[in-house]
């Protein structure tokens, strides 16, 4: 639902959705039984809504079975399952198509102009000017204004009354908005888990605990360049010197006992 990450309702489904799309307007017949491979890549829209709703009642009584089915193959029913409920929601609600349809036009002017300025960054800074400012957020795909957060929010809200999605992922829409966006949400997130795993490994002398601090200093360097990897070092070794301490200290302490 995003565009941080180039949605796959975005940029990978273009094509193919052009392509179900110009069969429509060239006047070919419609595939009788909808497959999943059009249900996730169709426009769905110029389908009417009885072919839609056989579709998606084929696809909920095979979903009965995902337990059995490869990992790949569970996850495109379930996305074909979703982008059937939501284009017929979508039908029954004006407000959640206007919403879906203006975050899609945004993601897609995002992505447009992400490339122009990652070409324009290359050639003043080159490939290592790139990527340190996309290691700080820089660049439009990661840019998001109060009413942008708002909307995904809104969008979220509508599917998880109608029942198309859940509360956690409300939760997930609502923890990135208040974060500033899905950038600042994942750095965040990030940030809290590793200080969290190192403080469990240094609580119980884990002879793995300085690997890990590395490996997750390493990370950081990659993910958000060398000065926030090194802060973020330096906090974590102090994190796992308290754990430490603290752990050591209380197994130190005797235990109550009583003489007869």
Avoid at 45 to 53: F, G, Q
Avoid at 76 to 97: D, T, V
Avoid at 120 to 130: F, K, S, V, Y
Wanted: aromatic share 4%; charged share 30%.
């Amino acid at each position: 639902m995003d565009a941080e990450r180039y949605q796959p309702e975005t940029l990978s489904t273009i094509r193919p959705a052009q392509e179900a799309q110009s069969g429509i307007e060239n006047g070919e017949p419609q595939i009788a039984e909808k497959g999943q491979f059009y249900c996730r890549f169709g426009e769905l829209i110029a389908d009417i809504s009885d072919d839609l709703e056989k579709a998606l009642a084929r696809f909920q009584e095979e979903q009965k079975n995902s337990k059995r089915m490869d990992v790949t193959d569970a996850m495109s029913l379930s996305l074909a399952i979703y982008r059937i409920s939501q284009e017929l929601f979508m039908r029954k609600s004006p407000e959640a198509r206007e919403l879906r349809d203006t975050l899609r036009e945004n993601g897609l002017r995002k992505i447009a102009a992400q490339k122009k300025w990652e070409k324009e960054i290359i050639a003043t800074e080159g490939e290592e000017g790139l990527k340190r400012r996309k290691q700080n957020g820089e660049g439009p795909i990661n840019q998001n204004t109060p009413k942008e957060l708002d909307m995904k929010v809104r969008n979220v809200q509508l599917q998880v009354d109608a029942g198309i999605l859940k509360p956690s992922d409300l939760e997930h829409a609502i923890a990135v908005r208040d974060a500033g966006g899905f950038y600042q949400w994942e750095k965040e997130r990030k940030r809290k888990g590793s200080e969290a795993h190192i403080q469990k490994l240094a609580a119980i002398n884990h002879p793995t605990t300085g690997k890990v601090l590395e490996n997750i200093r390493r990370l950081n360097e990659e993910e958000y360049g060398t000065d926030y990897a090194q802060r973020q070092h330096a906090i974590l070794a102090e994190l796992a010197s308290i754990a430490s301490q603290k752990a050591a200290s209380t197994q130190s302490v005797p235990s109550d006992s009583t003489t007869g």
